[in-house]
């Protein structure tokens, strides 16, 4: 391949309109993306499964050295477990404040799953016309970019990759002397992926330092056609660990088989009893209290949804009834079947009846969910198909008692927030992504993922906006996660513009 297709000034997004009017953004952009290939590499290094505090430790380390470098102050706020951490970087005459939250942990890994060394050793990556991912040398990134090269390791997307271009967009920022004229706050959260267990307590223990007039959240994916996007609000989410219950210890299946009831069959025959072929939850009173306005409505379908390739992309032929199209399927709740466990499959499959069946669940919550309500009328539909339901292993006299047994454990996580389109923070950045890309972003009403932001929202009272710049083919929290380059250089352009647009 020719140098000269390796060089990046521009990416895919509309970088080509803007260049024109303002040349050095995307060339700036560019060079700074270029001189943190080095430090992202060692960011990406660093395992960052929030289970191991030892190695989370590291990375709240790194990132100490890592702003101190860029002119912040940085304080650690306490939690029973990782603490959260604060930086803090001032300016003149300034009488606003915005907040920037950060996501540094990442999923757990099964490295046999991934096509490469290890899911800690960044490895740069070319698709070839057969589809296939070719490894390159790292250190073709020092040379020259090609847009659609890409970043393999975990966390690359989800959420390091954002914050290093954040961390390359400041040093764009001190080299061209832009002085923002608000505070700069950046909380970084490490323990996102279990769910952010000690944020709200932290939020209200540390309210005073965190006060700010907006909060700015740099993570998650751009909508699929990978146009600049700006997105409102996000779901929330609570989980539900169910376990249905057999005989004391797993029997054989041609010995007691047609006697002994399967704990993995209940299972299977209770779940499918809470959703229909359709997709919709058939629980009663699941979708009370969420309708859409014929106004937000028509806000829906101004995003360009093209639903024919995400069926593609997803490899499903019909897409379930929730909602008349992607969007508006994103703004009701979900009950999701994340993970089923009964006993062995494949080469260690035998002829068993299981003692337990355990299925674990998620609901995604929408503004107007309560938590309690939905998980209560989970729980009552459980016990309407006639289940004994306890929080724990049965007893002996309750085996001996109950038919039906199952556990039943839950937890909520966070709510959802929303936060209007023409808000403070939402003209602000509208204009800067203009500024950076020479049109509007796509507005996005509610994102289908997840962020701890609800206690910020809720604690502070200050408005929420994101600003996701990966690629949505990422494979965030899967194996092979990757950020596409080009991508990458854009959330640098990104940040700089925002960092550009005074407020």
């Not at 271009?165 to 490490?190: R, S």
């Not at 996005?444 to 990966?470: D, E, H, K, Q, Y």
């Amino acid at each position: 391949m020719k140098k000269s297709i390796l060089l990046l000034l521009v990416s895919i997004s509309g970088s080509l309109t803007f260049a024109q009017k303002n040349p050095d953004l995307d060339k700036v952009a560019a060079t700074y993306a270029t001189q943190s290939f080095k430090e992202f590499y060692e960011m990406l290094s660093l395992p960052n499964d929030a289970h191991f505090p030892q190695d989370i430790e590291k990375n709240v380390l790194w990132c100490e050295q890592a702003f101190a470098k860029r002119g912040f102050t940085t304080q650690r706020l306490n939690t029973p477990t990782v603490p959260l951490l604060l930086a803090e970087r001032k300016a003149k005459n300034a009488s606003k404040t915005v907040l920037i939250y950060l996501q540094i942990d990442g999923q757990p890994v099964e490295p046999s799953q991934w096509q490469q060394e290890s899911p800690w050793k960044p490895t740069l990556k070319e698709k070839d016309s057969d589809g296939k991912w070719n490894t390159l040398a790292y250190e073709r990134l020092y040379e020259g970019l090609n847009p659609d090269w890409r970043i393999f390791a975990r966390a690359t997307s989800d959420a390091k990759g954002p914050a290093m271009a954040f961390l390359a967009a400041l040093d764009a920022g001190l080299a061209l002397k832009i002085q923002p004229n608000y505070n700069i706050k950046v909380i970084m959260d490490f323990e996102e992926e279990l769910g952010s267990p000690n944020l709200p307590p932290a939020v209200l223990k540390y309210k005073n330092e965190l006060a700010a007039d907006m909060l700015i959240i740099y993570d998650g994916p751009r909508h699929v056609s990978n146009q600049p996007t700006l997105s409102f609000g996000a779901r929330g989410i609570c989980e539900i660990t169910l376990t249905t219950f057999g005989p004391r210890v797993p029997v054989h299946s041609g010995n007691y088989g047609n006697y002994t009831p399967n704990p993995a069959m209940r299972l299977a025959q209770l779940l499918a009893s809470m959703k229909g072929d359709d997709g919709r939850v058939t629980i009663p009173g699941f979708y009370e209290g969420i309708t859409l306005t014929a106004e937000e409505k028509a806000v829906l379908k101004q995003v360009p949804d093209n639903e024919t390739e995400i069926k593609k992309f997803l490899g499903i032929a019909k897409a379930d009834n929730i909602g008349e199209n992607f969007q508006e399927s994103l703004q009701y709740p979900t009950l999701n079947i994340r993970g089923m466990d009964a006993l062995f499959i494949g080469k260690e499959s035998r002829t068993l009846i299981p003692a337990t069946a355990t299925a674990e669940i998620d609901i995604r919550l929408v503004p107007g969910s309560n938590p309690d309500r939905l998980v209560g009328l989970v729980k009552k539909h459980i016990q309407d198909k006639g289940y004994f339901v306890i929080d724990r292993e049965p007893t002996e006299a309750e085996r001996m008692q109950y038919e039906k047994i199952a556990s039943f454990r839950s937890h909520f996580s966070y709510a959802a927030f929303q936060t209007p389109f023409n808000s403070a923070p939402g003209v602000w950045l509208n204009k800067a992504m203009v500024k950076a890309f020479g049109k509007e972003p796509i507005k996005i009403r509610l994102m289908g993922g997840s962020i701890p932001i609800s206690p910020f929202v809720t604690t502070l009272n200050i408005p929420a906006v994101s600003v996701p710049t990966v690629n949505a083919d990422n494979n965030q929290h899967a194996e092979n996660e990757n950020i596409r380059v080009g991508n990458y250089v854009d959330a640098v352009k990104t940040f700089l513009a925002i960092l550009m647009e005074k407020l």
